[in-house]
Every structure is written in C-alpha cells, then in structure tokens.
C-alpha cells in the first residue's frame, strides 16, 4: 500500500477529486436543464485515476485525453468557470464554444485536447511526443484513452509506431469495463488490457484505478521509466463510472447492485477515510474541501450563465490562418461579391445571412431541446 | 531558371525549406532507404539524415495523426501518402482532427502540416489505385488544397504549403512526376494558394483544367484554334481551396463560356461545384450551358482500352467545347458527364 503524502499534498489530491466529483454532478444537472447541449459524458468514480495521473505529471508534460475530459482539464488546473462555460457553449469556454463538452482544450497548461472519435487521440499523443524527441526535450506525453480505443486500428498503429520510435508516451488506459453499453469481455478478446500492447513489445501493468495512492505511486513510477530510458509504457486502471456513457444512456446493459458494488470502492471516501484514520486531515478539512469544491463549481455555472454567446460574426473566424502565403480564402464562394481579398471579419452578406438564420434557429422555440439526441454516441 | 523535372522540383522545395527551418521534417511510407515511391524523395536521407526523413510502417491514419500532434506541438510535418489510394484510410485524421482542431479549438492551436498524395490513372492500376480525390479534399472546412500541374508551380506551392499555418493536401499527379519544366531559382520563389494561371489567352470559351487535365486542356485549345479557329483560354486554378474564382469569373464574363475538365468522378466533382459557382455568378453571361469533363462514373478499369475510355482526353475535351459554341449537348459517352444515372 503506498503511503499517504504530506498534510498539504493529501489536501491538494482530496481538494482536486472533490471538485470534478462536484463539477461532474452539476454538470449533469445543468444537462438536464438543458444549459449544457450535445452528449455529456460523466467521469463520477474516476476521480482517482485522473487526479492520481496529473499529480505526478510536470508542467510541462502533454496531456490529452478522450469525451470524457472535464475533469482532465481541471486537474491539470484549467478553470472551472471556462470548462463550465464551455459546456454551455459559450465564447468564455475553453474552446470558446466551438468544441462543447467533448473538446475541452488548455494549451497553456499542456492539456492538449479532449477529443470525440474513439482511439483518435492516439496517433495524436504520438505525434506531441515525437515533437519532445525532436527537440531532444525530456518532457513526456501521457495519452489517456478508454477500454473500447484499445480494439481500434489507431491502437495497433499507434503502439507500433510508438515502440518503434522510442516515443516517450505513457499510454494510460481507463478501464471503466464498458465501451458504452458493450462490456469488456463481450469487446475485447483479451481482457487484460494490460498485455493487449505486449505483442508491440510495450509492457503494461494493470493498477488499481480507485486508489489514488496507488495511481500516483504506479503512474509516477511508469512517468520516470518513460522519461529517462525513452520509451512507451502502458498502465491499464481499473475504474468505474457510476453514471451512463452519456446522459442519454438507460444502463440496460449492467445491474444496479455491479454500480451500488463499486461505489463501496469510492475514490473519494476512501481516500478520505484513510487520511482521517492516519490523521493527516480532519474531518474540517475534508469539510472545507467540499465546501470549497462546492462554491467553486458554484460560482462557475454563475460565470457561465452570464458569460455571453459566441458573436455570430465569428462564425468563420478561426478556421484559417490568414497569412503571407495564403493571403485571402472565400468565407463563402456563393457570395456574388468579389472573393479575394475577404477575411474572417468582412464575411459577405450571404455569409451573414446564413448566421443570422442561424441565430433566429437558437433563440426560438427549438423542439430538439425537449427531445434529447438518441443513446447512439 | 533550371530545367527541372516535377520530382525534382518538389524534391528541393522540401530540401531548401529543411536547410530553412529545423522543424520541417518529412514523414512516410518508403520515403527514406527507398527514397520515395515514385522517387520524390530521392537524396534527401543522404543529407538530412534518418531524424528528418523518416520511414514510417504501413499505418496511414497514425502517420497522419502523428503528423498533425507534432504540428500541434510545433514542428511543421511533410507527411507522404504514398498514393491518394490510401489516403482513405487517413480521413479520420485528415478530416477530424487536422482539418477541425484549429476550429474546433477556437484558434488556440494550429495544424502547420502538409499532406503529400500523388494521385490519378493511367498506369492500369486499376480500381484501388488510380483514384482523384481532388473534390473530396475540396469539400473539407479548414483544408487548403493544392494541385500543381507544371514543375515551377510544384516547387513554389509545395513551399508555400511548408510555410503555411493551416493543414495542405498537396495533390500531385503520377503522370506529371517525369515532366520537365523552368523552374524559377531562389530560395523565396513561392507561389501564394488562390492564384489561378492562365496558360494560354483566348476570347471564345473558358476552359478551366487542373492536374494532368491542365495539360489535355492546353493542348486542345490549340487544336481548337487549329482545326475549328475557336480561341480558347486555359485557365490552371493551381489551388481549389482557396479557389481563384475571380479569375474563372472574369474569363468567363469575356468568352460567354466554360467547360471544366477533371480526371475525377463527376458526382459532386471538382467540375461539379465550379459550373455551379459559374451558374449562379455569371448566369447572365453564360451563352451555353457549362460542360464538365470528367473520369467516367466507374471504378477504373485495368484493360487499357477500358482505362483509357474512362480517362478524359483532348478529343473529350473539343467535343465538349464544340457543344458550348454550337449550343448544343456533347453526344452522351463515358466520360463526359454523368449520364443517366
């Protein structure tokens, strides 16, 4: 069992998974009020395995996760007023609203992106380490991803290339046991995903994903092998998530007593029991933990409810760099006005016209907020 | 000015930007030992070294992938599909991720990568391996594509793409490789993306022709000129995406009329898209109805006979202008539009 750290790191660690536990939990609340749109995927339970991971992690290491990152973000110290904003889809939000709930993004705090196609992120964490080899930089990409990326070509590729290069990727995978409603001896023909890269020549250990102790000693451990011998590494963490794959998921696929079963494994109380029995925290400060948690996620629904709606006249912004070599594109070659010379900010009528439609869709009566998106995701 | 071949031309844009800029390094399939597939990369393992031309195992999506990750971290990537064949298997990575991050992440990163994929028919390769997915790329928000058809163009576009902050599908065409052409010298000739050229000046029919079918519109233009004293301008668009509509429109407005050639399918085509920008933006000048030459809506076929059928060439290519001045339709065939279907 590895050992409890300081007063001050256990406080950080509890202070952390209280707050996505906490962000989480009106996350969906407010999906349920329709103030957050789209799929949301929840991470209650899984506290642990990310907290654990960034807090051996340095500032410099890349991160870059999957749907199911809000609170990879805050972990790695992303606001929780622009995550929030966010998923209510606004130009506070990390992504200013573009990407909504399942891409986050913080490249200032070298969270490199939560992304929507499964195994996608993959190449994407071998490429960021491919960079830090280049550079002969010894800093080290952590790719977290779910049991269900592990049966996509991506994995196979990825762990190939990755091996082969000597990329310094720590491959992390979260194992909740579900690739949706599909369980994980029902998708996957070998279940120990730990040795699912062995045949890469990537060795992986499983670890216990609800411990943060554990994720932090195991996790800290495979960062350092990465860092100095420059190589991949693969950790397979046994988590669970006490919520559907998205708020939209009617759990047919498991039993209510599996979910009462592992909320006895709570990452939270745990941990919470554990540095109470040592006394390295009082039940004060596990009190103010939650409070703060409470007022943090508080105040960001306040911030992200009064933050404003992407301007409309940004719709075109950002797709392009408009630069030396590409001096002018068409914001929309339907426009009758003559096209070069157009940037994002002088779009032509048409190209307005169609935002304002737009617009005049979001502010009225739109019966598909009643009427959620199917389980399909 | 050096005579140069397509390869070479291309060879050294990407060498002179290397000699540039330390974080252009390319990337792909046999690029390195083998120097190239179609020998494009010839020498540049000698100078560079295996850290800046890397061969890569046969994994399109994740070679793409990784690609746009260390352009996201910085580096500036020239990745090698080694055919558009197999460009398939990236458009994953190519459309979800390189072409929507810098969008979908509100500018707070960007994509400075070039994807490199020689494409076309004519070498009876038959259905897998002599697709043109010119109008595929085309149609991708946050793309910019580019399909140089002389080796002056190559060099100073494959340059630009290099220096360029946004994702380049840099379309080359497995005919053109061996093509000898001026080639500009200095190492800041380039080329800016949405600048059509017009090969050739004329003032009865607009002919708009991209990759080899550039070279199949020139040279009917001047057996136009030759056996039916029709003068036709031939017009180059070099880049789709941005696309030099201007330059289109304004030839357009002056010959009355327009006849688009293109190697690829015709549903949805490249064709497809300019007579319908032309349509609706310069219906007024238009004294015919816009003709398209296309590849025919087939899987290309391996007997030559069969592949060639399928391939536009000069004789299409007249045909078609012939219908724009006699105002009449161009007699229904395999390759020239889409028939029935």
């Given at each position: 069992m590895a050992e409890l750290p300081d007063r001050q790191e256990s406080l950080e660690l509890l202070g952390r998974m209280c707050l996505i536990r906490r962000f989480e939990e009106e996350a969906g609340r407010q999906y349920q009020r329709a103030k957050a749109g789209g799929f949301l995927h929840l991470a209650i339970g899984e506290e642990a395995t990310i907290v654990g991971t960034t807090s051996v992690m340095r500032e410099d290491d890349?991160?870059?996760?999957?749907?199911?990152?809000?609170?990879?973000?805050?972990?790695?110290?992303?606001?929780?007023?622009?995550v929030m904003a966010e998923l209510f889809g606004r130009q506070t939000g990390t992504s200013g609203g573009r990407g909504g709930s399942m891409h986050i993004f913080d490249a200032g705090r070298r969270f490199m992106g939560g992304y929507g196609i499964v195994g996608g992120n993959l190449p994407l964490a071998a490429g960021l380490a491919l960079a830090s080899q280049y550079r002969d930089e010894d800093t080290v990409t952590v790719c977290m991803f779910g049991d269900g990326a592990s049966n996509t070509g991506n994995f196979g590729e990825t762990m190939n290339l990755a091996a082969l290069w000597k990329l310094p990727v720590l491959f992390l995978v979260e194992n909740n046991l579900y690739g949706m409603g599909t369980s994980l001896e029902r998708h996957s023909a070998v279940t120990d995903l730990s040795h699912k890269a062995a045949g890469y020549g990537i060795e992986g250990e499983?670890?216990?994903?609800?411990?943060?102790?554990?994720?932090r000693e195991r996790v800290g451990e495979h960062l350092e092998t990465v860092r100095s011998e420059g190589r991949p590494s693969l950790v397979e963490a046994f988590t669970y998530r006490y919520r559907g794959h998205s708020a939209a998921d009617p759990e047919v696929y498991r039993?209510?007593?599996?979910?009462?079963?592992?909320r006895e494994k709570d990452p939270i109380e745990n941990f919470i029991r554990l540095c109470c029995d040592q006394g390295v925290l009082s039940d004060d400060d596990v009190e103010a933990a939650r409070r703060e948690a409470d007022e943090t996620v508080e105040a960001a629904v306040k911030f992200a409810d009064e933050s404003p709606e992407p301007a409309l006249e940004s719709l075109y912004e950002e797709l392009y760099v408009v630069s030396e070599t590409m001096g002018w594109y068409a914001v929309d070659e339907r426009s009758p006005e003559p096209h070069r010379g157009e940037l994002g900010e002088d779009a032509p009528e048409l190209a307005r016209d169609l935002a304002e439609s737009g617009a005049a869709h979001a502010d009225g009566e739109d019966p598909e907020q009643q009427s959620r998106p199917g389980v399909r995701d | 000015m050096a005579e140069l071949r397509m390869r070479e031309a291309l060879r050294d844009a990407m060498a002179e930007e290397?000699?540039?800029?330390?974080?252009?390094?390319?990337?792909?399939?046999?690029?390195?030992?083998?120097?190239?597939?179609?020998?494009?990369?010839?020498?540049l393992l000698d100078e560079f070294g295996e850290k800046r031309i890397?061969?890569?195992?046969?994994?399109?999506?994740?070679?793409?992938?990784?690609?746009?990750?260390?352009?996201?971290?910085?580096?500036?990537?020239?990745?090698?599909l080694?055919?558009?064949?197999?460009?398939?298997?990236?458009?994953?990575?190519?459309?979800?991720?390189?072409?929507?991050?810098?969008?979908?992440?509100?500018?707070?990163?960007?994509?400075?990568?070039?994807?490199?994929?020689?494409?076309?028919?004519?070498?009876?390769?038959?259905?897998?391996?002599?697709?043109?997915?010119?109008?595929?790329?085309?149609?991708?928000p946050g793309l910019l594509v580019a399909c140089p058809s002389t080796p002056a163009d190559a060099k100073a576009l494959l340059k630009a793409s290099i220096r360029d902050e946004n994702p380049v599908i840099f379309i080359e065409h497995e005919s053109l490789y061996g093509i000898k052409g001026e080639v500009p010298e200095g190492e800041d000739e380039i080329l800016r993306f949405g600048?059509?050229?017009?090969?050739?000046?004329?003032?009865?029919?607009?002919i708009v022709g991209i990759l080899k079918m550039a070279h199949v519109a020139e040279r009917a233009?001047?057996?136009?000129?030759?056996?039916?004293?029709?003068?036709?301008?031939?017009?180059?668009?070099?880049?789709?995406?941005?696309?030099?509509?201007?330059?289109?429109?304004?030839?357009?407005?002056?010959?009355?009329?327009?006849?688009?050639?293109?190697?690829?399918?015709?549903?949805?085509?490249?064709?497809?898209?300019?007579?319908?920008?032309?349509?609706e933006q310069a219906f007024d000048y238009l004294d015919a109805p816009v003709q398209r030459v296309t590849g025919a809506d087939v899987h290309m076929p391996y007997s030559r006979r069969m592949e060639q059928a399928a391939i536009p060439h000069e004789e299409n290519v007249i045909e078609a202008v012939l219908a724009t001045t006699e105002g009449a339709f161009p007699p229904a065939g395999g390759n020239s539009g889409e028939g029935d279907s």
């Amino acid at each position: 069992m590895a050992e409890l750290p300081d007063r001050q790191e256990s406080l950080e660690l509890l202070g952390r998974m209280c707050l996505i536990r906490r962000f989480e939990e009106e996350a969906g609340r407010q999906y349920q009020r329709a103030k957050a749109g789209g799929f949301l995927h929840l991470a209650i339970g899984e506290e642990a395995t990310i907290v654990g991971t960034t807090s051996v992690m340095r500032e410099d290491d890349y991160l870059i996760g999957t749907y199911r990152t809000h609170g990879h973000a805050l972990a790695r110290g992303t606001p929780a007023n622009e995550v929030m904003a966010e998923l209510f889809g606004r130009q506070t939000g990390t992504s200013g609203g573009r990407g909504g709930s399942m891409h986050i993004f913080d490249a200032g705090r070298r969270f490199m992106g939560g992304y929507g196609i499964v195994g996608g992120n993959l190449p994407l964490a071998a490429g960021l380490a491919l960079a830090s080899q280049y550079r002969d930089e010894d800093t080290v990409t952590v790719c977290m991803f779910g049991d269900g990326a592990s049966n996509t070509g991506n994995f196979g590729e990825t762990m190939n290339l990755a091996a082969l290069w000597k990329l310094p990727v720590l491959f992390l995978v979260e194992n909740n046991l579900y690739g949706m409603g599909t369980s994980l001896e029902r998708h996957s023909a070998v279940t120990d995903l730990s040795h699912k890269a062995a045949g890469y020549g990537i060795e992986g250990e499983r670890i216990d994903g609800m411990n943060v102790l554990e994720v932090r000693e195991r996790v800290g451990e495979h960062l350092e092998t990465v860092r100095s011998e420059g190589r991949p590494s693969l950790v397979e963490a046994f988590t669970y998530r006490y919520r559907g794959h998205s708020a939209a998921d009617p759990e047919v696929y498991r039993e209510k007593s599996e979910v009462e079963e592992w909320r006895e494994k709570d990452p939270i109380e745990n941990f919470i029991r554990l540095c109470c029995d040592q006394g390295v925290l009082s039940d004060d400060d596990v009190e103010a933990a939650r409070r703060e948690a409470d007022e943090t996620v508080e105040a960001a629904v306040k911030f992200a409810d009064e933050s404003p709606e992407p301007a409309l006249e940004s719709l075109y912004e950002e797709l392009y760099v408009v630069s030396e070599t590409m001096g002018w594109y068409a914001v929309d070659e339907r426009s009758p006005e003559p096209h070069r010379g157009e940037l994002g900010e002088d779009a032509p009528e048409l190209a307005r016209d169609l935002a304002e439609s737009g617009a005049a869709h979001a502010d009225g009566e739109d019966p598909e907020q009643q009427s959620r998106p199917g389980v399909r995701d | 000015m050096a005579e140069l071949r397509m390869r070479e031309a291309l060879r050294d844009a990407m060498a002179e930007e290397m000699r540039r800029d330390e974080s252009v390094f390319v990337m792909g399939e046999d690029v390195g030992v083998f120097q190239g597939a179609f020998k494009v990369t010839e020498g540049l393992l000698d100078e560079f070294g295996e850290k800046r031309i890397r061969d890569t195992p046969i994994s399109e999506n994740t070679i793409v992938g990784v690609g746009v990750g260390a352009a996201m971290a910085g580096l500036r990537p020239v990745v090698e599909l080694m055919t558009v064949n197999f460009s398939l298997l990236a458009l994953d990575q190519i459309v979800n991720h390189a072409a929507a991050i810098p969008y979908m992440f509100n500018g707070n990163v960007r994509v400075p990568m070039v994807i490199r994929m020689p494409g076309g028919g004519g070498h009876q390769l038959g259905p897998t391996h002599s697709h043109s997915f010119e109008a595929l790329y085309l149609q991708v928000p946050g793309l910019l594509v580019a399909c140089p058809s002389t080796p002056a163009d190559a060099k100073a576009l494959l340059k630009a793409s290099i220096r360029d902050e946004n994702p380049v599908i840099f379309i080359e065409h497995e005919s053109l490789y061996g093509i000898k052409g001026e080639v500009p010298e200095g190492e800041d000739e380039i080329l800016r993306f949405g600048e059509a050229a017009i090969r050739r000046e004329g003032s009865d029919v607009t002919i708009v022709g991209i990759l080899k079918m550039a070279h199949v519109a020139e040279r009917a233009a001047a057996e136009l000129e030759e056996e039916h004293g029709i003068s036709a301008e031939v017009i180059d668009p070099r880049t789709l995406r941005p696309l030099d509509l201007d330059t289109i429109l304004a030839s357009v407005k002056k010959t009355n009329r327009a006849v688009i050639v293109e190697e690829g399918w015709p549903h949805g085509g490249v064709g497809a898209n300019l007579s319908t920008l032309i349509t609706e933006q310069a219906f007024d000048y238009l004294d015919a109805p816009v003709q398209r030459v296309t590849g025919a809506d087939v899987h290309m076929p391996y007997s030559r006979r069969m592949e060639q059928a399928a391939i536009p060439h000069e004789e299409n290519v007249i045909e078609a202008v012939l219908a724009t001045t006699e105002g009449a339709f161009p007699p229904a065939g395999g390759n020239s539009g889409e028939g029935d279907s």
